[in-house]
C-alpha cells in the first residue's frame, strides 16, 4: 500500500432548484421595456413614481422611485426607510398599520390583487406555490431622500384596466387610484424574446410558447 492513497471522490453537486417564477423574471428570456411614467403620489414633500417596466410572458418587472424632500435636521434624525424597518410591516396591537409605511399595490382587471404588504411566499415554506398575482419586491437600493425599489408583479394581466394604488398616511398621501391600459403590457410580453430552451441547451423561441411551472 501506497504511504499517500489518492482522495476520495468529491461529493455530487446538490441538485440546482429553478428559482420560483414569483419571485422575479425568467433568467432565459428577454422581456421588452414599457414607456411607463406613472406619478402615484406627489406631495410639497414626497414623490412616489414608477419610472419604467418590463413585461415579461409571465409578469411584470416594475421599477419604483420613491423620493422625498430634504428638510433641516435629517443628518441627524431617523434613517428613511419608505418600506419600514424590518418587522415594521406587520400590523401593530390596534391592528392598525404604522403611518409611516408606504403602501403600493395593485389590481388587476378582473378582481384579484397584490400589494407590498402581502406576506412573501417563502414565509409559507421554500416549496410555497402561491394562487393569484403577487407583488414582490426582488431588488433597489437607496438612503437620504431617494429610494429606488424594483418589484415582481406576478402574473401577466388579463386584457382591462390595470389600477395602481398608493397610500402614504404620515406624508399625506390618501388612499389613489390610477388607471393604465394593461393592452400595452400585453402586447409587449408577446414580442418578448426566449433566449434558450427553460431546461438547457439549444435555440431560442418565440416567448408565446413559454408557460409558468
Known amino acids: 500500500m501506497s504511504f499517500f492513497e489518492p482522495p ?25 421595456a414599457l414607456p411607463w411614467r406613472i406619478v402615484l403620489a406627489r406631495t410639497d414633500n414626497v414623490a412616489v413614481v414608477v419610472e419604467g417596466a418590463t413585461a415579461y ?4 418587472q416594475l421599477r419604483i422611485d420613491v423620493r422625498r424632500r430634504p428638510t433641516p435636521g435629517d443628518e441627524d434624525g431617523e434613517p428613511f426607510f419608505p418600506l419600514g424597518h424590518p418587522g415594521s410591516r406587520q400590523r401593530g396591537h390596534t391592528g392598525e398599520l ?7 399595490g395593485i389590481e388587476l382587471a378582473d378582481g384579484p390583487k397584490a400589494t407590498t404588504l402581502d406576506p412573501h411566499p417563502f414565509m409559507l415554506g421554500p416549496d410555497a406555490t402561491p394562487e393569484g398575482p403577487l407583488l414582490t419586491q426582488n431588488g433597489g437600493h437607496g438612503g437620504g431622500s431617494v429610494w429606488r425599489l424594483e418589484f415582481w408583479l406576478r402574473l401577466q394581466p388579463p386584457p382591462g384596466p390595470l389600477v395602481f394604488a398608493c397610500e402614504w398616511p404620515s406624508e399625506g398621501v390618501e388612499l389613489t387610484r390610477i388607471k393604465v391600459d394593461a393592452s400595452a403590457a400585453i402586447e409587449a410580453a408577446s414580442r418578448a424574446e426566449v433566449l434558450w430552451p427553460e431546461e438547457g441547451g439549444g435555440p431560442g423561441g418565440s416567448a408565446g410558447s413559454y408557460q409558468i411551472r
Open 57 to 60: 410572458p409571465n409578469g411584470i
Open 98 to 104: 404604522p403611518p409611516e409605511l408606504l403602501r403600493v
Open 8 to 32: 476520495p471522490p468529491p461529493p455530487q453537486p446538490p441538485e440546482q432548484r429553478r428559482r420560483p417564477e414569483w419571485l422575479g423574471p425568467p433568467d432565459n428570456i428577454l422581456g421588452v
